[in-house]
């Protein structure tokens, strides 16, 4: 038997969390295999073999028609290791969007795809996603992706969802915040020091809020733009008082 996870989460294209992989394979076995894609290039761009889920965090290698590479903002090649733009090409991907030449343009620039999804490549060649590029955060002068901070929040117990967005700051340009739902005995300063336990300083959230739910897409996807605008409608509201 295997089973084939999709890594679009809720949030974005994501591996499956360590905790909830770790409780599956205890029920079912090692039988999951994770498939990284967008409507793009349907579902076919990475996977990651149930014999590979060591390598946590990865969503594996391209699949076998598919080239894939990790490029930086002049469209090159990135060393091994280094963050940049996961783009792909081959037989898969989409002609073009419908009557949007400049958004195809944009999309397939030198001859690739380009998902959109910032992440890097090891030296085996298994790839990982660190989170969509328009959702990075700038912090003190450092890179910060919110997803790698979701995922520190959603392993502490009784969070159910989780989104990072920044706010801006005089200091740090975005400051990070925080906002879960989850368990309504959540302790969000127990919270607060399980994050620093586990975050780099200009990571960690500079305020956690609890709501009773996060607004989502249609697609079930949880809308930060939209988490973004209601924190920084009532921080407008308080600075008008």
């Not at 901070?149 to 915040?177: H, M, N, S």
Request: one cysteine or more; aromatic letters at 8%; proline letters at 6%.
């Amino acid at each position: 038997m295997l089973i084939c996870i999709s890594t679009r989460l809720p949030m974005g294209p994501h591996p499956l969390l360590k905790s909830i992989l770790r409780r599956a394979e205890a029920r079912f076995g090692r039988v999951f295999a994770q498939s990284y894609g967008q409507a793009e290039s349907p579902m076919v761009i990475t996977c990651l073999r149930p014999e590979d889920h060591d390598r946590i965090g990865s969503c594996g290698r391209p699949f076998t028609i598919v080239e894939v590479a990790v490029l930086g903002d002049d469209d090159k090649e990135v060393p091994v290791g280094a963050t940049g733009e996961i783009c792909c090409r081959g037989p898969q991907t989409m002609a073009y969007y419908w009557n949007r030449p400049e958004a195809t343009a944009e999309a397939f620039r030198n001859g690739w795809l380009h998902t959109g999804d910032v992440g890097r490549m090891d030296a085996d060649g298994f790839f990982y996603i660190l989170d969509r590029k328009n959702d990075m955060l700038i912090s003190g002068g450092y890179n910060v992706y919110p997803r790698e901070i979701e995922d520190v929040l959603l392993a502490f117990p009784g969070v159910v969802e989780a989104a990072v967005i920044g706010v801006p700051d005089e200091k740090w340009g975005d400051r990070v915040q925080a906002v879960v739902a989850g368990h309504a005995d959540l302790d969000c300063a127990a919270l607060m020091e399980h994050a620093r336990a586990h975050l780099a300083g200009h990571k960690c959230p500079k305020a956690i809020e609890q709501w009773p739910e996060l607004p989502k897409s249609g697609a079930n996807k949880i809308l930060r733009r939209t988490v973004r605008d209601r924190i920084m409608a009532r921080l407008t509201e308080k600075d008008i008082a």
